[in-house]
């Protein structure tokens, strides 16, 4: 009987929680609490006698449920945990993202790995006082920047979509 009523009325619930949901909110959502409003239902006193009108005020009672909480709901002027200070995690990880890129950046070829060294200086260096450094015209800089970039996107694209898939 439960998979039958919940077959024969998942074309209605996603009608009526199309017609229902305003700006904010999600048909699906909508369909989601009916569901589980309707579970509930059925574990604690069985189907509805009527459940196509059970269903259709349920949706009702949802979506003015979800425009009083949207209503009543105000955006954080900003985040309202967030002290800014990070935390040891966040510390530890950047570090290691740090030296992951500059491991990577030594491996290129060629004058790359001065050049972006250069660019990751903490000194903030300018274009002029890299170009000086490094022995070349300040014009050819930016080129070679770009060569060097392109170099390490090849370079870990494999690294990241490694990791990416052992997550």
């Given at each position: 009987m439960t998979h039958e009523l919940l077959t024969t009325l998942r074309p209605l619930l996603a009608a009526e929680a199309s017609?229902?949901?305003h700006a904010g909110t999600e048909p699906a959502d909508l369909e989601q609490a009916?569901?589980?409003r309707l579970l509930e239902r059925l574990d604690s006193g069985g189907p509805p006698h009527d459940p196509e009108r059970w269903?259709?005020?349920?949706?009702?009672?949802?979506?003015?449920?979800?425009?009083?909480t949207l209503r009543?709901?105000?955006?954080?002027?900003?985040?309202?945990?967030d002290d800014g200070d990070p935390t040891p995690e966040h510390l530890a990880l950047?570090?290691?993202?740090?030296?992951?890129l500059r491991a990577a950046v030594r491996r290129l070829p060629g004058r790359c790995p001065t050049l972006l060294e250069a660019l990751l200086s903490p000194d903030d260096l300018t274009y002029r006082e890299i170009a000086g450094e490094l022995g070349i015209s300040q014009g050819s800089l930016g080129p070679e920047r770009s060569r060097c970039l392109g170099c390490l996107r090849r370079l870990l694209a494999p690294e990241v979509a490694a990791r990416g898939a052992r997550g």
């Open positions: 017609a229902e949901a009916v569901w589980l269903l259709r005020r349920a949706v009702r009672a949802e979506a003015r449920r979800t425009r009083r009543r709901e105000l955006p954080y002027e900003s985040e309202p945990a950047a570090a290691a993202r740090r030296r992951d």
